[in-house]
């Protein structure tokens, strides 16, 4: 008998770290220290791993020949996910003192974020999630965000000295990707891998594992029917699942390429996930 069950992914699923192509690795290092207080875990000739001390949400990999991205598939921002709103406010106290500029700041109800990029323009949220109770029931999607309050968040860690390194506990929180087609986009990190639809906005869509308002968001927004990245382009080289078991979400994947600990799987635009145990 054939299973038609939709598949759906473990609600313990977390994400591990993101692989980033950047131009200048010692720039992005210097830049990811200075401007987010990530420690950096290992450096060599060619790549960098950065976190928390403890836990590595970025890898960067030089390419001296990346190109900035353009009107394609590929990254729209991940965001690092703060454990507490006290250390989002340290982070953004830290791009004041640094004169990192921003490119936007929101309340989204489950979550507050700042947006920015990094010197080679890719996208970065720095995010800290309100506890899952105060949630709204519509996940924050049906009104859109609201401003941040910097005068409330800042006040939370008034009077501390200035904080240059991020403490323990910073995670991967989401990515959001630009791609070629919605309902595409859906036949795959849905219907494929398992994720589960928290909202489907028409440009956009946001899903995830366990409830979360979203492990993953996809947009048309660089326009209906973009191509793959080009080689030899900043941006996303993939981005990490972890799950308890990778052999049942593998048996669903069409290509799956092997990769320490797992696999990678590619979507319609060559955009890869990597799932590890």
Do not use: C
Not at 107 to 126: K, V
């Amino acid at each position: 008998m054939t299973s038609t069950a939709t598949p759906v992914l473990p609600a313990t699923l977390t994400l591990g770290a993101v692989s980033l192509t950047v131009s200048n690795l010692d720039r992005s290092v210097a830049w990811y220290q200075t401007a987010l207080g990530l420690r950096v875990h290992t450096h060599d000739a060619t790549t960098a791993t950065l976190g928390d001390g403890e836990f590595t949400v970025l890898e960067l990999v030089e390419d001296p020949l990346a190109r900035p991205a353009g009107r394609h598939a590929g990254l729209y921002h991940y965001a690092l996910l703060y454990p507490t709103r006290e250390e989002l406010a340290r982070a953004a106290i830290r791009l004041s003192v640094t004169k990192t500029p921003i490119e936007g700041a929101s309340d989204h109800r489950t979550h507050e974020a700042i947006y920015l990029a990094d010197p080679d323009g890719n996208g970065i949220e720095l995010a800290a999630d309100r506890a899952k109770t105060a949630w709204p029931a519509d996940l924050g999607y049906a009104g859109g965000p609201a401003a941040l309050d910097f005068n409330a968040l800042l006040a939370t860690v008034a009077g501390e000295d200035f904080s240059p390194q991020v403490r323990p506990g910073l995670r991967m929180g989401h990515l959001h990707l630009h791609v070629g087609d919605i309902e595409q986009g859906l036949a795959f990190y849905r219907d494929v891998l398992g994720f589960e639809v928290q909202a489907n906005l028409g440009s956009a869509a946001f899903v995830s594992a366990g409830g979360y308002h979203h492990h993953l968001g996809f947009n048309i927004w660089r326009g209906q029917g973009v191509g793959p990245a080009p080689e030899h382009t900043v941006g996303l080289r993939h981005w990490t699942v972890v799950v308890p078991d990778t052999d049942e979400v593998r048996a669903r994947v069409t290509g799956a390429e092997d990769f320490p600990g797992g696999f990678i799987a590619r979507d319609p635009w060559g955009t890869a996930v990597a799932f590890v145990a």
